[in-house]
């Protein structure tokens, strides 16, 4: 039985620096036409984009619509796919995430995607920008404009592996490798297991206490995040 490996991106395999804030920035005064406030953009950590637009766009008193969450969008995965070389600049690698994702690439018994609240242009973009994009199957990941919530995206990704791939991906042959409470509770609530990484603003005690099945203090021993992933299927 193949394993479905979900990886979040930001401070779970990458780290893109402040560019994100001033491409977010951009986008909103493009589309808009108003300048974004100093504390106008809640907390991404955990979050879809879709939730993030829609609360941006709340808290400076304009009224949401799909339309222009989609116009938004646009814009924003655009500022993404022109600075590529920018977010290369300023961001980076978090330690052994390549070597981690390389190895279960190689894997046969392995199905490796992403599950992140990035849509998915953006996504591509910032796995791109450091060459970790040829690792992953874009094709069966679950995006931050699929749904306004997380837990949803772990089905959705699980559908889109098995349509492709054939079989079925349910909570024990699915593992979700992320760095927030969040994702622990969008694995369980989701259906899978979770490997926590404490390499964003979570300690190791805080995503224990959010009950992630393990918890690495980084990705810099490949075998042992081999050893994490494979072993939560068990």
Not at 100 to 107: Q, S, V
Not at 117 to 130: D, H, R, T, Y
Not at 177 to 186: K, L, R
């Amino acid at each position: 039985m193949r394993t479905l490996v979900l990886w979040d991106i930001d401070h779970t395999l990458i780290a893109a620096g402040p560019l994100t804030r001033k491409i977010y920035e951009t986008a909103f005064t493009t589309v808009t036409g108003r300048t974004m406030a100093t504390h106008g953009l809640p907390s991404f950590a955990g979050r879809t984009d879709r939730a993030i637009i829609t609360e941006t766009l709340l808290m400076h008193g304009i009224e949401t619509s799909e339309p222009l969450l989609q116009r938004l969008s646009h814009e924003f995965a655009a500022g993404f796919g022109s600075r590529i070389e920018e977010i290369r600049d300023h961001g980076r690698v978090l330690p052994g995430a390549r070597e981690a994702l390389a190895a279960l690439a190689a894997r046969p018994d392995v199905v490796q995607s992403v599950l992140t609240g990035n849509m998915k242009p953006i996504a591509i973009s910032k796995l791109a920008a450091f060459s970790l994009d040829e690792y992953v199957d874009f094709e069966i990941g679950a995006y931050g404009l699929d749904h306004g919530e997380r837990p949803p995206l772990v089905r959705l990704a699980q559908v889109r592996a098995a349509d492709k791939y054939g079989g079925e991906f349910d909570e024990h042959g699915t593992v979700l490798v992320g760095d927030t409470p969040y994702d622990v509770q969008a694995g369980h609530h989701g259906g899978a297991r979770v490997v926590a990484v404490a390499t964003g603003a979570s300690d190791e005690a805080a995503l224990r206490r959010a009950g992630a099945e393990l918890v690495l203090a980084d990705l810099a021993d490949t075998d042992a995040v081999v050893r994490a992933v494979l072993g939560t299927t068990a």
